[in-house]
């Protein structure tokens, strides 16, 4: 349950330099207000596969992905660990934390902090009465949209039609967000990686399933 992990209050709570040591030298300089922030969350990051990908293509921007399964997470962790031991200097930019993200994404995130949100293969909770617990929703958009800032992207895929149908739908529907064009997903590398990167969105790729994307731009709200 959620009291096996702790929670932070507020964002500036949580201890970054403990997932991000070669960024945040002194706890000193955590204190300041130059202290880089995470720009990149990976919602429902599973094994990792996306983060790992990511880290080297932004060397230079912390990402964090969010992991509900405790063991899951602690596997995210030694796999970091383990590719930071054998290549120094690299990974330092991504880390993992175990929390629910439906819950308490405000707590970590402040307004406008992220330029990048990914939601790959999310569970998708086929009964109409657990729609509700789909990561995606109206309701959740909305502190996806305080966490993005103007111009930051929610990327999305699942090999579940309806599910993708539900997702665009959400997003279509949401006045703080709109949909990016094709051709610019297309030509877009980090849209590349997401049905490439993921251990789930390998294994779909592997039994040759369809996936369904959509990629949602945060902008103002229109008059
Ligand atoms: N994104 C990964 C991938 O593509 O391989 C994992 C996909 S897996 C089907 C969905 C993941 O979301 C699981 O690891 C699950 O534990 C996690 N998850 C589900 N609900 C969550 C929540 N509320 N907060 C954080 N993680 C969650």
């Not at 120094?88 to 994404?105: A, C, D, H, W």
């Not at 998708?124 to 909305?142: A, G, M, T, Y």
């Not at 790729?205 to 994307?213: F, L």
Request: negative net charge.
């Amino acid at each position: 349950s959620d009291s096996h992990f702790p929670i932070p209050i507020r964002p500036s709570d949580v201890d970054y330099a403990q997932h991000f040591p070669s960024f945040f030298p002194s706890t000193a300089a955590a204190a300041t207000a130059t202290a880089p922030k995470i720009r990149f969350a990976d919602i429902g990051c599973g094994f990792g596969g996306l983060l790992v990908k990511l880290s080297t293509m932004f060397p230079t921007t912390l990402m964090i992905g969010m992991e509900l399964r405790d063991k899951v997470t602690e596997y995210v962790k030694e796999r970091i660990l383990a590719l930071r031991a054998s290549n120094p200097g690299q990974y330092e930019n991504i880390s993992v934390v175990r929390t629910n993200s439906m819950k308490y994404l405000p707590n970590y995130f402040e307004k406008g902090q992220l330029s990048k949100m990914f939601f790959l293969f999310p569970d998708p909770h086929f009964k109409e009465k657990n729609h509700r617990r789909r990561v995606i929703s109206r309701h959740l958009l909305d502190e996806y949209a305080y966490a993005l800032e103007l111009g930051g992207v929610i990327y999305t895929i699942t090999d579940v039609e309806e599910l993708g149908e539900w997702m665009r739908s959400c997003m279509e529907e949401h006045p703080l967000f709109e949909a990016v064009p094709e051709e610019e997903v297309d030509e877009d590398p980090v849209a590349a990686l997401l049905c490439s990167a993921t251990e789930e969105g390998q294994k779909v790729a592997r039994n040759g399933g369809e996936t369904y994307r959509a990629v949602y731009r945060r902008v103002m709200q229109s008059e």
